[in-house]
């Protein structure tokens, strides 16, 4: 009987074994740290309701699809969070995106299918009974098979009791083990950090009661998170961060004559690295109050000793130092306010809204400078031709996940009641000038070295204030010297700076800047000027264009230059601050945007003739087009669209503002019927929008005016360097060119251009000879004519040292005496260009004048050597 009960329950023993095989499909591998494929209608409903409130970007995600065609993806995150793991399973999946169905240390039980739960439960019963202890997916290889087999991962770098269970119970490391199966495959492992931000404002210094009770803003606990999710729906979102290829990673020096156990630490701390910085570069540092940040800098040792000599060798009272020092800080320091920020935002958005049409951007490169933004703080480097520029630029990396960056401003805007508003909005003040200002000067530079050591993004104008021309004034190279040299004391691992295009149709300054440039005073920012502003609001400024160049690495600059930055002497830092400065400027010219109302004023400036119809007007634009195209210019979209209807379009508002009149037209013909002709009076509001494109033309300028100067129909490049050689140095002061570009390689450049539009012809059998086309002569005076005003504008300067002996004229009333010779000379039909009444160029004229050895009358052989050039370009134009 006994064995025949012994019997029985054996075969019974083997008949539930069977079942259960069954079920189980033969396999033990069912795991709660896994998520089936199919979760269920109802749960899938709940959590896609609950996710849909955090925004993903497709912009970011979109390299997701291609590196799970690369390799293996794995997720991970600082802190362990069940919200996260269902988030990026529910969202991705919804989004066709790799999800992960794997969590390294994690249990899911809640949201799991019944019938999987039954499979894990009977998985672990029966594998207990047969081996007396539980499955182990890291020991039983069921990660890394479902790795290998192509699932995707997420794991947690950081967790209450993480380290406890790797150091003391020696539990399986996430990172060892995936480090482990890096080296048994080829294919890469991907690594990629997924920050989830519940609020972009920074982290302040001194944590409130809340946070110590519901969790940080980076960390929330369940209760907080579920509130900033219902309250906040649509400004949660998730980041992609720089992907680890973790099989580059070991194969790095440093990591591969290692153990295990050091890479995995060092995978670690790069991973945690990493999160941290693109969370900095979401929120910005940890805010200090003003007391604080004003202690870390009045404190710092080498502030401290330059005080005590200052004190010494002035013979001033330590304690006076130590007050201006306090008093300097004051009047330079930001004082970044949140609430502020948020208002601003409501406001310069109603701004956009009633003023201008809408905001272009090229958010490509945008991202590219969120993604270098991880590798250290940003130097934002626009152009400046206006007072939006900075409020536009703020507020675009606002509404792009990015912090307001602290932004150098004039001290003529500290006025009250905008001063400290500004401050709030992160701007610092700087004075013009720091001459004599030793103490100040000091206190600024530490003041810099600061920011960029706590990891604040800085925005400053190299041009050191705004365009009146319209077209990038040369580099001011002051505080480009004064941020590496923070650099060069290690305030950071490395800078990057981001040179940025920002463009308008029309701007709001240009009667002002119009004024200046024609003699009158610039008035001082003042609460009046802001009151009469208010008419602004009243009309509309078409669009603006915001275009980012690559970001350049100071890391990568020097490594070019093959010293250290440490051990440079004066001279080769001047010349490094120099080329930088160039190369920034060039940059941001080469993103300039070209748009109708630049076309239109280039093509009706540089029109021959008094009157033009609208066939000659179009003539020259498409011959400008073809030329833009060619260099690859950044054109508006209406100019892409349709340039011309762009070009109909503009040269109605040209004619509704009087810019341009029209002379003959019949009533019932269409607008662009008749001739046309450009109002005398407003001959330097078309002048200024023509710079505004001025830099993709210069060149070809330059090239064209050496051709024509030649006076043959045949000629050979060799010719033309002599010549462009001169031209370029002759307008020195007016146009940035490339330092790292020859006027041989130009010459070349724009000749395949010219052979390119028909105006050359290579010759048949002379090599590097060209034959000049019958309509390319008529061409060739398109492009040089962009040159005639400057000629003009320093043959009036040029006619200053003829009539006045060296220090017969005291600085400060030069320009006024220039002023009445341009006048005169203007009035006499000596000089054809209203235009070339610029003060700003008689300046730049008289830089170059004095600086090549023209001080006055008795200079008489390099007056005259300067006034034959002048004259024999002159005939040309």
């Not at 803003?217 to 720089?242: C, Q």
């Not at 001025?694 to 129909?713: G, H």
Request: hydrophobic fraction near 40%; include cysteine; charged fraction near 25%.
């Amino acid at each position: 009987m006994t064995a025949w009960i012994k019997l029985k329950l054996a075969h019974l023993r083997i008949k539930l074994k069977a079942r259960i095989n069954s079920v189980l499909q033969n396999t033990h591998d069912h795991y709660l740290c896994r998520l089936p494929e199919d979760i269920g209608f109802l749960s899938s409903f709940m959590l896609k309701t609950f996710f849909s409130g955090v925004t993903v970007s497709k912009e970011q995600t979109r390299k997701l699809k291609v590196l799970q065609k690369e390799g293996i993806i794995v997720y991970t995150y600082k802190h362990k969070s069940y919200f996260n793991y269902l988030f990026f399973y529910t969202r991705y999946k919804q989004e066709g995106l790799p999800y992960p169905q794997l969590g390294f240390d994690y249990n899911i039980l809640i949201w799991q299918p019944l019938s999987h739960l039954f499979k894990v439960f009977l998985a672990h019963l029966d594998y207990f009974f047969s081996n007396l202890s539980f499955p182990d997916p890291y020991r039983n290889g069921y990660i890394r098979k479902e790795l290998i087999g192509g699932r995707t991962a997420l794991l947690s770098l950081v967790e209450k009791k993480g380290f406890h269970r790797r150091f003391v119970k020696a539990k399986p490391d996430p990172l060892r083990y995936l480090i482990e199966v890096q080296q048994a495959i080829d294919r890469p492992i991907f690594i990629v950090p997924q920050p989830i931000f519940f609020d972009k404002n920074p982290q302040k210094s001194t944590p409130s009661i809340i946070d110590a009770l519901f969790g940080t803003k980076e960390n929330p606990g369940k209760l907080r998170r579920l509130i900033i999710l219902l309250k906040n729906s649509g400004k949660v979102f998730v980041e992609v961060s720089e992907p680890f290829n973790l099989k580059t990673f070991l194969k790095q020096p440093e990591n591969q004559a290692r153990d295990i156990e050091y890479q995995a630490l060092a995978l670690r701390r790069d991973l945690l690295r990493q999160i941290n910085r693109h969370r900095q570069t979401i929120t910005g540092p940890v805010l200090k109050t003003r007391e604080e940040l004003k202690q870390n800098i009045l404190t710092k040792e080498r502030l401290q000793k330059f005080m005590a000599q200052h004190s010494k060798t002035r013979d001033i009272p330590l304690q006076q130092v130590h007050k201006k020092a306090d008093a300097f800080i004051d009047e330079i320091a930001a004082n970044y306010n949140v609430v502020l920020i948020k208002i601003y935002s409501v406001v310069i958005t109603w701004f956009l809204k009633t003023m201008f049409t809408g905001v272009t951007v090229n958010k490509e490169e945008l991202n590219k400078v969120k993604s270098m933004s991880q590798k250290g703080p940003l130097i934002l480097v626009p152009c400046h031709k206006s007072h939006i520029d900075y409020l536009i630029l703020s507020y675009l990396l606002y509404h792009n996940n990015m912090p307001c960056p602290l932004v150098a401003a004039g001290k003529n805007l500290s006025f009250w009641p905008l001063g400290p508003l500004f401050r709030g909005a992160g701007a610092f003040f700087i004075r013009r000038t720091f001459r004599g200002a030793v103490l100040y000067s000091k206190v600024f530079t530490e003041y810099i070295h600061t920011l960029l050591k706590e990891g604040f993004n800085i925005e400053f104008f190299i041009e050191g204030g705004r365009s009146r021309t319209g077209k990038l004034i040369l580099p001011k190279l002051g505080l480009l010297s004064i941020l590496l040299d923070a650099y060069k004391n290690k305030a950071c691992e490395n800078m990057i700076f981001v040179p940025i295009f920002i463009g308008y149709d029309r701007v709001l300054e240009e009667s002002s800047y119009l004024n200046e440039i024609e003699g009158e005073q610039k008035q001082p920012e003042s609460l009046l000027q802001i009151i009469k502003a208010r008419k602004f609001l009243k009309k509309r400024y078409g669009r603006i264009y915001v275009q980012f160049h690559d970001p350049i690495s100071i890391k990568s600059v020097l490594q070019q230059y093959g010293t250290p930055i440490e051990k440079m002497p004066p001279k080769e830092l001047n010349v490094l601050c120099r080329n930088l400065g160039y190369r920034i400027t060039n940059a941001i010219n080469r993103v300039s945007v070209v748009t109708p109302h630049a076309l239109v004023a280039a093509a009706v400036m540089n029109c021959s003739k008094q009157s033009f119809t609208y066939a000659h007007l179009m003539s020259h634009v498409d011959t400008y087009m073809n030329h833009l195209y060619a260099c690859e210019a950044t054109l508006a979209d209406t100019l892409l669209f349709d340039h011309v209807h762009a070009v109909e379009n503009t040269l109605d508002t040209y004619v509704q503002r009087k810019f341009i009149e029209r002379i003959t037209r019949d009533k019932e013909s269409p607008p662009t019927d008749g001739l046309f002709k450009v109002n005398e009076n407003k001959r330097s509001n078309l002048e200024y929008y023509k710079n505004n494109c001025i830099t993709f033309f210069v060149p070809a300028a330059i090239t064209a005016l050496s051709i024509l100067v030649k006076d043959a129909f045949q000629f050979s490049a060799s010719d033309l360097h002599a010549d462009y050689k001169f031209l370029q140095y002759f307008f020195k002061y007016e146009f940035a060119y490339d330092v790292d570009r020859t006027p041989e390689d130009y010459v070349r450049k724009n000749l395949k251009y010219f052979i390119d539009d028909a105006i050359l012809m290579p010759h048949p059998v002379l090599p590097d000879t060209y034959n000049l086309t019958s309509s390319g002569f008529r061409k060739l005076k398109f492009f040089a004519s962009f040159l005639k005003t400057y000629f003009e504008s320093y043959w009036i300067a040029l006619d200053f040292f003829k009539q006045h002996s060296q220090n017969s004229i005291k600085p400060k009333d030069r320009l006024k005496k220039i002023d009445a010779i341009g006048q005169r000379m203007y009035k006499q039909k000596e000089i054809e260009r209203k235009e070339a009444l610029s003060r700003i160029n008689y300046c730049n004229g008289v830089d170059f004048f004095t600086t090549n050895g023209v001080k006055g009358s008795d200079d008489y052989e390099k007056i005259e050597y300067y006034a034959d050039a002048i004259q024999r370009y002159n005939n040309y134009l």
